[in-house]
């Protein structure tokens, strides 16, 4: 799927569920919570990577779950970049070129 079908996808789900209408400041505290299951997703992973003996289902499961708070951050942010008339293509652009200066 490509970046910008994603995009649209996400905004026409979050409007037709009545989430897209949060105020910035509301969808901003809905980051932050991502954000912390984030930083607990990624904790569990590095313990469970760093054991002797490694399970490789709760490693998959873990991995799984790391992959879910990254999709909602990044949902988050897309919500986020369209209510001030931005796409994350045009920021990503933007950081780009600030790089290749």
């Known amino acids: 799927m490509d970046f910008e079908k994603y995009t649209d996808q996400t ?3 979050y409007r037709d569920k009545g989430w897209y209408e ?6 901003i505290n809905f980051l932050r919570q991502e954000v912390d299951e984030l930083v607990a997703s990624i ?7 760093g054991e002797p003996l ?7 499961q ?3 779950l790391l ?5 909602s951050i990044l949902d988050n942010l897309i919500i ?9 293509e045009e ?3 933007e950081q780009y070129s600030k790089r290749e200066k």
């Open 11 to 13: 905004i026409d789900f």
């Open 54 to 60: 490694q399970d490789d289902k709760k490693i998959a």
């Open 43 to 49: 904790e569990k992973t590095e313990k469970l990577l």
């Open 62 to 64: 873990a991995k799984d």
């Open 91 to 93: 920021v990503i652009n």
């Open 22 to 27: 949060y105020d910035p400041t509301v969808r």
């Open 80 to 88: 986020l970049a369209d209510k001030y008339d931005l796409t994350l």
């Open 67 to 71: 992959s879910s708070d990254l999709g």
